[in-house]
């Protein structure tokens, strides 16, 4: 009988801290700030806030002041709230030309430079269907340049032919080749949507170290239909001349800032509450002749999502303390992410959650998305904070083949041991609707539905605080591919 009265009253205390928890979001979250939040954040004044941009630096100075606004704390490195983060832009070729007796084709419209960079050659081509080890093996390229068919035959996918082209080029540069192109065909990725990616300058972190640029020429070039087959299978020649690549070194800057808890020994723990701020830019224009990728969806919503945690914890802290970083480089390849887990200001193993938020669209206004919700043991106090606010708490079941949770910020805590789930709005599908402003200039602040968002934005604090307040500390779950990690970060 002792035992179910004890059982009892600790669900009563659960309960009450939950309703306190759920009264304190109600009391800071306000449809009016998130509205304004969100207007500047995709504003056309950020034209897409890519990564590097002065737009870019813009929007950071902007989640800057908020933090100080709310009584947020910087850390003693970083007293303006920015985190440095080193990069440096591999630039490619500004023009190039690929000319065959019967076709000309241009650099970032026909084609793709996938490796390498400047480069005027002319001279006999090899035509292979896959240029596959055992073709090139038995093919003389020495001095020529291999043209073939992407993925190997077989393989459908085309992400994983992006895999293959690498092992390609190594073969092909061994057995004496100039260069690989590979001719693409497939309805999966449609060309365009490869050209917004790959025709792009390329964005890494600069670690100080000079490392070798692989200069051996790997190009993509648009088949579709199989039109351009002929034209290469029927010559023997070809001319090719590109310029303008180089590399750039600057600094970006993530935006930190943190909350001590209330309880004295809890406080040496910090949830955090993490999104990335950049977006992909000025890109090519849509019908509408609009070329601003405004990004509301990817990522200001999100990162309004931890001005609002910022907000609440500032004005009631939990017992655990709060982490906010907001990213620079997630679009360019988690960049930002990864410089902080690598430059902490804190020890990883005081991080015992990473609360990430992130979005591509949404298709059903009826649930909330938590990207690994079943990973960790916050799953059960993630679930009731987005029912309490009438919401359905989905995942990505239906389309765990896009590997959405290695594919944002929550990943790079990931890989170190730390918790870190990722919440975004409802998608029960990729379909038309999501994909239709996904990296699109359509994902514009008029496209969103508020209401739907002041009810995403109260489930997303609830949760935080709850997590915040858990008695025990959030782990993996026995079995997740980031268990044993954890177990040795936190011993």
């Known amino acids: 009988m002792r035992k179910v009265i004890y059982l009892i009253a600790l669900l009563s205390c659960s309960l009450a801290f939950g309703q306190k928890d759920k009264k304190i979001t109600d009391k800071t979250v306000s449809k009016a700030s998130i509205q304004a939040h969100l207007k500047f954040m995709s504003s056309d004044a950020l034209r897409g806030r890519d990564t590097p941009s002065p737009e870019l630096d813009i929007a950071a100075e902007y989640l800057r002041t ?192 943190y909350v001590e808890g209330t309880d004295p020994a809890l406080k040496k723990d910090y949830v955090t509450f993490s999104a990335h701020y950049d977006h992909v830019g000025v890109g090519r224009a849509d019908s509408t002749g609009d070329d601003i990728y405004n990004g509301t969806r990817d990522n200001a919503v999100g990162t309004v999502t931890v001005l609002e945690s910022a907000k609440n914890l500032a004005m009631y802290p939990t017992k655990r303390s709060s982490l906010f970083v907001m990213f620079c480089g997630e679009e360019k390849g988690l960049l930002g992410s990864q410089w902080f887990v690598d430059h902490s200001p804190l020890p990883l193993s005081d991080i015992v959650f990473c609360f990430n938020s992130d979005n591509g669209g949404y298709n059903n206004t009826s649930m909330a998305t938590v990207i690994g919700l079943d990973r960790t043991t916050a799953e059960d106090l993630l679930v009731t904070a987005i029912e309490a606010y009438g919401l359905t708490a989905g995942d990505d079941a239906n389309y765990k083949e896009q590997g959405l949770f290695d594919r944002s910020d929550n990943v790079s805590f990931a890989k170190k041991g730390i918790p870190a789930p990722s919440f975004g709005m409802g998608v029960d599908a990729f379909d038309e609707q999501v994909l239709r402003t996904y990296h699109q200039p359509s994902d514009e602040f008029e496209t969103i539905d508020m209401d739907y968002l002041y009810t995403f934005y109260r489930a997303y604090v609830f949760a935080g605080r709850s997590i915040g307040n858990m008695k025990e500390t959030p782990f993996w779950r026995e079995g997740d591919k980031y268990y044993e990690v954890g177990k040795e970060l936190y011993k």
């Open 66 to 257: 908020q933090l100080e606004l709310y009584g947020v704390k910087p850390f003693e490195e970083y007293p303006d709230y920015f985190q440095p983060v080193s990069m440096k832009k591999i630039k490619k070729p500004k023009s190039g030309i690929i000319t065959l007796d019967s076709a000309t084709y241009t650099i970032g419209v026909d084609y793709l430079l996938i490796s390498g960079g400047d480069l005027e050659w002319n001279g006999e081509i090899a035509f292979l269907e896959y240029a596959s080890k055992e073709e090139l093996d038995n093919t003389d390229v020495k001095g020529k340049l291999v043209v073939a068919n992407t993925g190997d035959g077989e393989e459908q996918s085309p992400r994983a032919w992006f895999a293959m082209a690498k092992e390609k080029r190594t073969n092909a540069e061994a057995a004496g080749a100039v260069g690989l192109i590979e001719l693409y065909n497939s309805p999966q990725i449609p060309w365009q949507l490869l050209v917004n990616y790959l025709s792009r300058d390329q964005v890494i972190l600069d670690d100080g170290i000079e490392e070798e640029r692989d200069e051996f020429a790997g190009i993509w070039l648009n088949n579709a239909n199989r039109e351009a087959s002929p034209s290469f299978a029927n010559t023997s020649k070809l001319d090719i001349k590109m310029t303008g690549a180089g590399v750039d070194r600057f600094v970006s800057q993530n935006v930190v800032g």
